[in-house]
């Protein structure tokens, strides 16, 4: 992947052809943010943040609820620091962990606001901002206390500093910390704007949090590469998307699938003419598997492919699914991908295997964690812990995770596999398969269901998977609740499944 240049956020932001006087943040109820107020909103607080003593690597918290606020501090600390975006949510017990385990040397808040991190940070002596919105206009701020800021030149991250820090999507107990440099940051964008031709001319509807991989990347910092238009939201919910849709006009959206759950659902509610000749080009989805019958709502609805696509906070983007392929995740398009097989062997098209990666995306290793650093990579290749197959046509398709099989008397099952059956019977919601514990065959499959109709039984689900799978995948418990455990990326948490079932 060659691009000159020195491949930092100050790059992104400041040196990519961006046309000053176009919109870079806009939001309901507030005057757009230019590119040229964007930069010098970047320079401020840069310049504020050296004059207190700051320099690069410094690892900044940001916790903000959604909003144009965030949008503009996040890329403005990871252009001269190591950002570190918090969940606003978070218990007091949480941020004391983090920011001693992630050695913050800086908290910002919004002004006034109620979060524990502001008791935790006095407690912790942590420097502690306070942004200040500038009435009116989105993500303009100012921050306090208040510095004189002098004329010196802003000390910007270079390509190796670390632009910010991701916490892996916690399907186990405990995440892990994944630490990325600029240079990372800078390619993992261009993967993803590149395939899908995003280009200013282009408008992203913001709509996940800012405190996973997945929010910052292409809704914020690859429309901003691309020289687009972040439509930034507040407490978003699915019944807010018509009135953007039609008031903003996105080219493109990014979300999970349970969201996407959600806008189909409220989408139903209006007259097939109120969704015609509407603007948007692209749908994206990440996290985990898009449920076929969703997608298929969706594009008939809005008129507009859905695209998924296959990234993790370790390696970046993995494949696109794009032109789409039912049950693919895409064609790679990360710069070294292969499968293998227990000895590292390269496997042909159709043999499956572990999925594992090489590149300018690829992050170097889990911070203060040699283990699992050690059991991470092979040869140099990262593994990425998901198993599958190409097509004869490159084409990947996911099998299953390493570490999520079910040994049920030593036949290996992946639980993602009776996850697509459960969810294509047209009375079920949402579905996860997990592992319970077994005296005879050590682990059996368990799942549990939300039905989409209350009139299905567990006798009809039974009968459904025997027509759909060989009977010893066919789960021995199936259990109806409310809602799946996902955890923020809306990947589904199957620990906690096997801890409450077994």
Not at 115 to 140: D, M, W
Request: with cysteine.
């Amino acid at each position: 992947m060659k691009d000159a240049g020195p491949h930092t956020i100050e790059e992104l932001l400041f040196h990519r052809n961006q046309d000053p006087d176009q919109n870079a943040i806009e939001c309901p109820g507030l005057q757009p943010l230019t590119y040229r107020d964007l930069r010098l909103q970047v320079l401020y607080t840069v310049k504020t943040l050296n004059a207190r003593g700051f320099r690069r690597n410094d690892r900044i918290a940001v916790i903000f609820p959604a909003g144009p606020e965030i949008a503009v501090i996040t890329v403005s600390v990871m252009a001269g620091f190591t950002c570190v975006t918090l969940n606003p949510q978070n218990r007091q017990t949480q941020y004391e962990t983090d920011f001693s385990r992630l050695r913050i040397k800086a908290v910002i808040i919004l002004k006034d606001s109620e979060t524990a991190a502001r008791a935790v940070a006095e407690s912790q002596k942590i420097p502690l901002f306070e942004l200040i919105p500038v009435t009116g206009i989105a993500g303009s701020f100012t921050l306090e206390p208040a510095c004189t800021v002098n004329a010196t030149e802003p000390d910007f991250a270079t390509p190796e500093d670390l632009s910010h820090l991701l916490f892996t999507a916690g399907t186990t107990a405990r995440s892990k910390v994944v630490t990325i440099t600029q240079r990372q940051s800078f390619f993992s964008r261009l993967s993803q704007i590149k395939p899908f031709n995003i280009t200013r001319a282009d408008r992203c509807l913001h709509i996940l949090p800012y405190y996973h991989g997945l929010g910052i990347g292409l809704p914020l910092l690859g429309i901003l590469l691309a020289g687009g238009t972040v439509i930034c939201t507040r407490d978003f919910i699915p019944s807010d998307f018509f009135h953007l849709l039609k008031t903003f006009r996105p080219t493109y959206y990014v979300a999970v699938p349970a969201l996407h759950q959600g806008i189909c659902h409220e989408l139903k509610k209006r007259a097939p003419d109120e969704l015609q000749n509407n603007s948007l080009r692209l749908i994206m989805s990440s996290s985990s598997s898009m449920p076929e019958q969703v997608s298929r709502d969706l594009e008939t609805l809005l008129g507009a492919p859905v695209i998924e696509i296959l990234a993790s906070s370790e390696a970046g983007t993995i494949a696109i699914n794009y032109p789409p392929k039912k049950g693919s995740v895409g064609i790679p398009v990360i710069d070294h991908f292969k499968i293998q097989n227990e000895s590292g062997d390269t496997l042909m098209p159709y043999e499956p295997g572990e999925i594992v990666v090489r590149g300018e995306t690829v992050f170097w290793g889990y911070e203060d964690d040699p283990e699992e650093n050690r059991a991470a990579f092979f040869n140099g290749w990262f593994r990425t812990g998901d198993l599958g197959y190409l097509d004869d046509e490159g084409y990947l398709f996911i099998t299953g995770r390493i570490k999520e099989l079910i040994n049920k008397g030593g036949r290996k099952i992946a639980p993602v596999e009776i996850d697509t059956v459960l969810v294509s019977h047209p009375g079920v919601r949402d579905a996860m398969t997990f592992a319970v514990f077994d005296p005879v065959l050590g682990e059996d499959i368990a799942a549990i269901v939300v039905r989409a109709d209350e009139k299905l039984t567990e006798t009809n689900l039974r009968e459904y998977l025997l027509d759909h799978l060989v009977p010893f995948k066919v789960p021995r418990k199936i259990r109806f609740v409310d809602e799946i455990p996902r955890n923020s990326a809306g990947k589904p948490l199957r620990y906690e499944g096997t801890k409450r079932y077994s």
